[in-house]
C-alpha cells in the first residue's frame, strides 16, 4: 500500500497498532527519499493526532517521542509544533506536551545550515512563550477553583515551572534566545511592524509578548500563598530579564589597589600634553577603566594620586606651573566629562567622596604636595570639585575637617622661610578668571589710545605673571585664542599707519607692542609647542608675518634650519639700510620702522656684518656697538639674529665657529644703558630664556658653553637627560627595568622614553620594550610590565600599534623557532598588550591624533600600503579572499572547505575602509589567526591566539559595533569553538557582530553545534 498523505499514514499505523520502531520502518518505506520529515511537518501532523481528545493519544505520542529520539524530526519543528497547542484547560494534554519537552529542552542542538540554527533559536523563542502562557493558566485555575489542598492545578504549575527553570539554567539556551531576540527586532525594523514577510513563515513570539505574559505570571503568583513557587517564578523571571544583556556583566577588580597605567597616563598628559583637549583624555582613561574592569572610586583616586604626584615632582618654574593648572583646572574639568561616562549604580558624586576619603589616608603624599606648594592642596581641590558638582557640600564639609585634623600632626615648616611666598594653587586659580579678562581687554579697539593695552601687557610681563596665565589658559584650552590675539596685536603693530607724521611717542609704543606680542608668542611656542599658534588657514587668506617667522626661521628641537634659505635673503637694498642705521647710529631710530622688515632682514645683516668682522673691516668695539644696537630697544630683532646664527653655526667647520658664537654670546646678555624702552629688563627675561632654547641644541653638537643670565631656576629641566656616551638600548632596557621594580612610570622617566622614542625610532623601541617583557617569568611581573608597557605606548599609541599588530606579532607567530618565547607567562601577557593597544587605536583613530603626536613626522615605518597592498592595481590575498562571490550560506555550511570567501568578516559588510592603515593592519592580523587555528599543527603560537581572542572577549563592551573583532572572518567562530577553553556559548556571543544577519546566523550555527 502507497500511502502519499501523511494523516493518513499516522490514522493506519494506529488502526495497526504499530510499534514504534516499525511505524518508523513503513514511514520511509511509504516517502521517497527526497523530502525530509521536517518540510513535511511530521512533528506538528503527529502533535494533532494526538491531542484530538482529552487525553492524549499514547500510541502516537510514542511515535512522536521514537522521532525526536531518532532524530527523525529537528528539535526546532517540534518546539513550534508545542508552541502551537492553546487550550490550557485540557491537562493531560499540556501534561502530555510538557513531558516531551523535558527530553531535550537542556540539550537543544542543530548541525544543519545556519539558516536552521536561527530557526531553532526562533522557535525556542517560541517554546518559551509558550511555557509562560501555560504557567500562567496554570496559576490562574490554582486560584480560581482549587484553593483547598493539593490540588492537580499545583502539580501542574510546579511542573511548568520546572521546565522553564530547565530550559532558562543552560547558558547555551539563553545564548540561543539572545540571538532570536536580536533577529526578531530586526525583522520588525526591516519589514515594519505587522507584515510577517516572508522570513517569518513560523510565528515567532515577540519579546515584548515575553515580557508582557512574565508580568502578568508575576501579577497571578503573587496571590499565591506558596513561596517555593513564587521564588521559583522570581528565579525565572530573572534569568529571562538578564538575556538582553548577557555579555555587560564585567566583575570589577576589587584585590588591587594601585592601577600604574592610569598613574602614567595622567602623568603623561600632565607633563605633555597640557594644551590637549580634554575630550580625547577622558576616552583615552574610559577605555583603560574598561579594559582593566576598574571600580570608579579607586579609578578616580588614582587619578588624584598622579597628580599629586605630579606636583611633587615636577621641576621649579613653568613645569611647576603646568602641573598647579592641570592639577587644579583640568582634572576637574576631566572629571565632569567622566561623570557622563560612568553610570553605575551608585552616583558618581558618592565615588569621587570615597575616592577622595581614600586619598586622605594618604598623608604623607598629601604633607609632601602641601609642603611643596606651601598650602592646603586638598582644601583647593575640594573647593574645585564642589563648584563643579562632583562633591555635596556636606562631603566637601567633613573631608575638609578631616583634612584639617591630619594637617596639625604635620611637620611644619619655620614660619619665617615661605611667609612671603604665594602659594601656587591658588595664583593659578585667580589667574584663570584674569585670562578671560585679558582676552576681552584685547578685543577692545585700541587703535586710538594703544598705551592702555600696553599697560596691561607690561603688568603681564612682571614676575611669574606671564606664566600663571599661559599654564591656566592652556589648561582651559583657552591659548590658543590667547595666542590668536598676540598674533593681530604684532600684525597691527608692524608698521604705522599715519602716513609719514608719526610722533617718538607713538614710534616707541607700536615698537613696543611689537616686542612684547613677539616675545610671548616664542616663549609660547617654546613651552607649549608651535601647534598653539598655528591657525587653520583659509585658502588664499593671507599668513600672518609671526606665523611665516616661526615656521621658516626659528630653531626649535628636532629642526634643521637652512641658513641660505630665500627667507634669509630679503631685498638687499633693505638689508644695506639696516646694517648702516646698526653700524652709524648710536641708537636704533623707532620712527618709521617697518618692524617686520626689520627682523627678516636682520639675517642677512648680520652675515655682512660678520664677513666684515671676520675679514678685518670692523673691529670687535664696532660689533658691541652693533649687537647693543639690536637689542638695545627691541628685543625681537636679537631673537632673529640669534636664530639666523644658530642655524649658520650648525654649518660652519670647528675653527671657523668663534666669530659667530661670540656674536650670540654678545646678544644674549642684557644693555647696561639708561636710554631703554620700557619693560626692558622683564623684556630682557622672556628673551634670554627664548636665546636659550633655541641655542641649546646647537650648544651641545659643537660642545660650547655660553652663559645665559640666570634667574635662578632651570629653564629647561628636561632637557639633554641620556647618559652621553652609553648605547641607547641599554639605556632602554636599564630605564625599563626601573621602572618596572618600581611599579610605575615618573616624568622623568616619560622623557626619556620619548627621547629615545624619537632617536631609535618606532619599530627599535617597541621591538626591544617587547623583547624585555617576553624575557619575565613571573606571573605578576609579566602583567605590571603590560600596565607600564600600555602607558609607555601611550606616547605615540597609533604608530607603535601599528608596529607591534603589522610586525612584530606576525613575525612571533609565523615563524616556529620563535614559538617557546609566546609560552605563558609571557605569552598571555603579550596578548593582553596587543588586544589593549589595538581597542585604544581603534577607539581614538577614529577621532584626531593629538597634537603631542603631531609633531613626529615618521619615515622609519614603511607605507603600510605597499606592506600590505590592498589597491585595485595590486590585488593582495585578502582582496582576492573578499572578491570571490560565493554564497554565503556556503561557507558556513562548511567550515572546513577553507575557500575563497573565507575570509569575509562584518567589516567589509559594515563597509570599513580599508585604505586605512591600522584596518588593513587588523584585517591581515585576523586573516593570520584564522589560519592558525585552521592548521593541522598546534604549539604555543596557537594557545596564543587563544589568549588574544579572551582578552578581545574580557575588554569589549556589549553592543559595541565596530569593535576590533569585525575584522574576523566569519569562519573562525567555528575552528575557535573548537578550542575548549573558548567553547562557551558566551564566548560566541561576543565575538560575532550579531547587528549583522550573517553574523547571527554564524552566532547560531556555532551554538548550536556546541
Not at 655682512?608 to 678685518?616: F, S, T, V
Not at 573578499?882 to 554564497?887: A, F, I, P
Amino acid at each position: 500500500m502507497k500511502v502519499v498523505n501523511l494523516k493518513q499514514a499516522i490514522l493506519q499505523a494506529w488502526k495497526e497498532r504499530w510499534s514504534d520502531y516499525q511505524w518508523a520502518i513503513n514511514m520511509k518505506k511509504f516517502f521517497p527519499k527526497g523530502a525530509t520529515w521536517d518540510i513535511l511537518n511530521l512533528a506538528e501532523a503527529l502533535l494533532e493526532q494526538a491531542m484530538i481528545g482529552p487525553s492524549p493519544n499514547p500510541l502516537i505520542l510514542s511515535y512522536l517521542k521514537y522521532a525526536i529520539s531518532s532524530q527523525m524530526v529537528s528539535y526546532s519543528s517540534v518546539l513550534t509544533a508545542i508552541s502551537k497547542f492553546d487550550d490550557f484547560s485540557r491537562d493531560l494534554c499540556v501534561q502530555a506536551l510538557l513531558d516531551i519537552l523535558d527530553m531535550f529542552c537542556d540539550r537543544l542542538s542543530c548541525h544543519g545550515k545556519a539558516e536552521e540554527c536561527v530557526g531553532l533559536c526562533r522557535a525556542l523563542l517560541s517554546a518559551l512563550h509558550w511555557l509562560l502562557r501555560c504557567t500562567a493558566a496554570s496559576a490562574e485555575r490554582l486560584q480560581e477553583g482549587l484553593e483547598a489542598g493539593t490540588g492537580p492545578g499545583e502539580k501542574q504549575l510546579a511542573m511548568c515551572l520546572q521546565r522553564l527553570e530547565k530550559t532558562l539554567s543552560s547558558t547555551k539556551n539563553r545564548a540561543l534566545l539572545h540571538i532570536a531576540k536580536l533577529e526578531e527586532a530586526s525583522l520588525h525594523t526591516s519589514q515594519g511592524l505587522g507584515q510577517g514577510g516572508t522570513r517569518a513563515s513560523q510565528p515567532t513570539a515577540s519579546w515584548t509578548a515575553i515580557e508582557h505574559s512574565l508580568l502578568k505570571l508575576g501579577e497571578i503568583l503573587a496571590n499565591l500563598s506558596n513561596p517555593q513557587l513564587q521564588s521559583q517564578a522570581e528565579q525565572c523571571g530573572t534569568l529571562i530579564r538578564s538575556i538582553p544583556t548577557m555579555l555587560s556583566v564585567h566583575s570589577e577588580q576589587l584585590h588591587k589597589t594601585g592601577f600604574p597605567t592610569v598613574h602614567a597616563v595622567v602623568l603623561l598628559e600632565g607633563t605633555m600634553n597640557l594644551t590637549g583637549e580634554t575630550q580625547p583624555l577622558v576616552e583615552q582613561l574610559m577605555m583603560v577603566k574598561r579594559m582593566q574592569h576598574i571600580p570608579t572610586p579607586l579609578f578616580v583616586l588614582e587619578i588624584w594620586k598622579a597628580c599629586f604626584v605630579g606636583l611633587i615632582e615636577s621641576p621649579e618654574g613653568t613645569e611647576e606651573l603646568k602641573w598647579t593648572a592641570f592639577t587644579f583646572l583640568k582634572i576637574p574639568q576631566v572629571l565632569v566629562k567622566l561623570k557622563k561616562y560612568c553610570h553605575g549604580d551608585k552616583d558618581f558624586t558618592e565615588d569621587v567622596h570615597s575616592a577622595f576619603e581614600f586619598l586622605l589616608k594618604l598623608t604623607p603624599l598629601l604633607d609632601k604636595a602641601d609642603q611643596r606648594c606651601n598650602c592646603d592642596c586638598t582644601n583647593f581641590l575640594l573647593t574645585e570639585c564642589s563648584k563643579q558638582g562632583l562633591l555635596s557640600e556636606a562631603s566637601v564639609n567633613s573631608l575638609t575637617a578631616k583634612r584639617t585634623e591630619d594637617r596639625e600632626q604635620a611637620p611644619q615648616l619655620k614660619s619665617g622661610e615661605n611667609a612671603n611666598i604665594q602659594p601656587n594653587p591658588g595664583l593659578i586659580l585667580r589667574a584663570e578668571p584674569t585670562v578671560t579678562n585679558i582676552l576681552k581687554t584685547m578685543d577692545a579697539d585700541h587703535s586710538k589710545s594703544p598705551e592702555g593695552l600696553l599697560g596691561v601687557l607690561g603688568h603681564m610681563l612682571s614676575g611669574k605673571s606671564l606664566d600663571l596665565l599661559l599654564a591656566a589658559a592652556a589648561a582651559t584650552g583657552k591659548l590658543k585664542s590667547f595666542a590668536r590675539k598676540f598674533i593681530n596685536l604684532n600684525e597691527l603693530n608692524e608698521f604705522t599707519t599715519h602716513g609719514n607724521g608719526e610722533s617718538t611717542k607713538a614710534a616707541s609704543v607700536r615698537a613696543l607692542l611689537f616686542d612684547i606680542s613677539f616675545l610671548m608668542l616664542c616663549h609660547v611656542a617654546q613651552t607649549y609647542g608651535s601647534e598653539v599658534i598655528l591657525s587653520e588657514s583659509s585658502p588664499g587668506a593671507e599668513v600672518p608675518f609671526f606665523e611665516t617667522w616661526m615656521q621658516t626661521c626659528m630653531p626649535e628641537e628636532g629642526k634643521i634650519l637652512n641658513p641660505d634659505h630665500p627667507c634669509f635673503r630679503p631685498d638687499s637694498t633693505k638689508v644695506e639700510s639696516l646694517v648702516a642705521l646698526l653700524n652709524n647710529s648710536s641708537e636704533m631710530k623707532l620712527v618709521q620702522m617697518k618692524w617686520h622688515e626689520a627682523c627678516l632682514s636682520i639675517s642677512a645683516a648680520i652675515l655682512e656684518i660678520l664677513n666684515a668682522w671676520e675679514n678685518g673691516v670692523l673691529a670687535f668695539e664696532s660689533i658691541q656697538k652693533i649687537t647693543d644696537n639690536i637689542k638695545g630697544k627691541v628685543c625681537s630683532l636679537a631673537v632673529c639674529a640669534v636664530a639666523w646664527l644658530v642655524a649658520h653655526v650648525r654649518m660652519l667647520g670647528l675653527d671657523e665657529r668663534e666669530k659667530s658664537l661670540q656674536m650670540i654670546r654678545q646678544l644674549a646678555g642684557p644693555l647696561y644703558s639708561e636710554n631703554t624702552l620700557q619693560f626692558y629688563n622683564e623684556r630682557v627675561v622672556i628673551m634670554n630664556s627664548i636665546l636659550e632654547h633655541m641655542c641649546a641644541d646647537v650648544l651641545q653638537q659643537t660642545a660650547t658653553q655660553i652663559k645665559f643670565p640666570s634667574t635662578g631656576v632651570d629653564t629647561m629641566p628636561y632637557w639633554n637627560l641620556l647618559p652621553p656616551k652609553r648605547p641607547i638600548k641599554e639605556v632602554l632596557t636599564d630605564m625599563f627595568a626601573k621602572v618596572l621594580e618600581k611599579g610605575w612610570v615618573d616624568s622623568r622617566s616619560i622623557h626619556i622614553f620619548d627621547t629615545l622614542l624619537h632617536m631609535g625610532g618606532v619599530y627599535w623601541f617597541c621591538n626591544n620594550l617587547i623583547k624585555e617583557l617576553l624575557k619575565e617569568t613571573r606571573k605578576e611581573h609579566t602583567l605590571r610590565a603590560v600596565e607600564l608597557l600600555y602607558s609607555i605606548f601611550c606616547l605615540d599609541m597609533q604608530q607603535v600599534t601599528l608596529v607591534l599588530l603589522g610586525h612584530i606579532l606576525p613575525g612571533l607567530l609565523t615563524d616556529s623557532s620563535k614559538w617557546h618565547s609566546l609560552m605563558d607567562p609571557p605569552g598571555t601577557a603579550l596578548a593582553k598588550l596587543a588586544v589593549w593597544c589595538a581597542l585604544s587605536s581603534y577607539s581614538s583613530h577614529k577621532g584626531q591624533a593629538s597634537s603631542r603626536q603631531k609633531k613626529r613626522h615618521r619615515e622609519d615605518i614603511e607605507d603600510y600600503s605597499s606592506l600590505f597592498p590592498l589597491d585595485d592595481t595590486q590585488p593582495s590575498k585578502l582582496m582576492r579572499l573578499l572578491s570571490s562571490n560565493e554564497d554565503d550560506a556556503n561557507i558556513l555550511s562548511s567550515p572546513t572547505d577553507r575557500s575563497m570567501s573565507s575570509s569575509l568578516s562584518a567589516s567589509q559588510l559594515h563597509t570599513v575602509n580599508m585604505r586605512d592603515p591600522l584596518n588593513r593592519v587588523l584585517a591581515n592580523l585576523f586573516l593570520l589567526i584564522s589560519s592558525i587555528l585552521g592548521s593541522r599543527t598546534a604549539g604555543p603560537h596557537t594557545q596564543f591566539v587563544q589568549w588574544f581572542m579572551e582578552e578581545c572577549v574580557d575588554c569589549l563592551e556589549q553592543g559595541s559595533r565596530g569593535s576590533i573583532l569585525q575584522f574576523m572572518p566569519f569562519t573562525t567562530v567555528s575552528e575557535l569553538v573548537k578550542v575548549s577553553a573558548m567553547s562557551s556559548p558566551k564566548v560566541v556571543l561576543a565575538i560575532t557582530d550579531l547587528s549583522l544577519p550573517l553574523g547571527r546566523q554564524v552566532a547560531a550555527k556555532a551554538i548550536a553545534a556546541l
